[in-house]
């Protein structure tokens, strides 16, 4: 059996799943399979986002695909020297106590970059204006509603807007401010999430909202897990740790392998990144974070400017013994690496048996 939803064609896609990556080749590889892929803006400089945009362009050619910022609706400032100003001393010695602890390198001149400051609207707002400027099919806004004028452009480029939430109050508060369809992202999801379990969440989402079309998020990368998405009333699914093991993604040899290892509880909620709740693999460094006697961390941007130079270094150098990323409690299902195709060929196989053995269910 085929499934389509009104969100597929309101997407212009074939089956009703999302691929958010931070790698270009992982989006392109689902556009052309026949879902959408989404990119991750936030760790990109707009000459660099330009770059990857461009890229997609050529390799989906008329196939839609997706642009994914982080507009914060909170954080600590746009300022970045007053910033770096009020960050406390106490703080700043404990990442160097962390350095000295796990060996970690100084990081290169030529990779310092102290102007990524993930959330702060300045930053965003160059980041969706490369979005528009490019053939991007949607544009989405993650912990905060895209600012009317940037929707508004968006809009008038034809391209549509969507808004990531944990929760049904700012669900309405993105279609209030022109989402033309919400991602509900349980807890269980990778990267910035809340708390609100998957299943508890949509289907508040999906009453708050309606008749908007919403996604399914967190948790989900088995077909099992699409066919129940539709059944709480989203109209598809976001994923996104599915595809770090895939071939197609850049992530880290060291790093595939040990998300391959991990399990459900490996994913943990933690503020150690860049100040607001990240659900990311656990390593000796995000554990330093949670002892009691550790400072707690700084609201954002605060703390991504306090750990920017260490973190980097960590990946720049290799520094086994603390590389992570940023997972959710899918990764205890991750057992092997395939071709992106591969994955979401075996998610909508298992979606469309799974929907079929439900139909077929004496009523």
Known sequence: ??????????????????AFSHSREVVAAVSNAGGIGVFGAARFDPDELDEHLSWIDVEVGDKPYGVDVVMAASHAGD?????????????????????????IPPLS??????EHLTGTHPRARRQAEIAVSHRARV?????????????????????????????????????????????????????????IATMVLVPQVVDAVAPVPVLAAGGIGRGRQVAAALALGAQGVW????????????VDPIIKEKLLAAQARDAVRS??????????LRTPWVDAWEQSDS??????????????????????????????????????????????????????AEMEETLGTLAAMPR
Request: charged share 25%; aromatic share 4%; hydrophobic share 40%.
């Open 1 to 18: 059996m085929s499934v389509r939803t009104p969100l597929c064609d309101l997407l212009g896609i074939d089956v009703p799943i999302a």
């Open 79 to 103: 300022d970045k020297a007053s910033l770096v100003a009020s960050i406390p001393e106490g703080h700043r010695q404990f990442v160097e106590s962390l350095r000295e602890r796990f060996a």
């Open 109 to 114: 001149e030529s990779r310092r970059n102290r």
């Open 139 to 195: 544009l989405v806004s993650a912990l905060g509603p895209a600012p009317p004028d940037v929707a508004e452009a968006a809009h008038a480029r034809g391209m549509l807007v969507g808004g990531m939430t944990g929760d049904a109050r700012h669900a309405r508060q993105h279609v209030i401010a022109g989402c033309d369809f919400v991602v509900a992202q349980g807890t269980e999801a990778g990267g910035h999430t809340g708390e």
């Open 239 to 250: 994923t996104g740790s599915v595809w770090l093991t895939t071939t197609e993604s850049d």
């Open 271 to 280: 503020r150690c990144s860049t100040g607001k709740p990240v659900r990311q």
């Open 295 to 348: 400072p707690r961390p700084l609201p954002m941007p605060l703390q991504e400017l306090l750990v920017y130079d260490a973190v980097k270094a960590i990946y720049e150098h290799r520094v086994n013994e603390v590389m992570g990323s940023a997972v959710g409690q899918i990764v205890g299902s991750i057992t092997d690496i395939r071709p992106a195709r591969e994955v979401l060929d075996a998610m909508v």
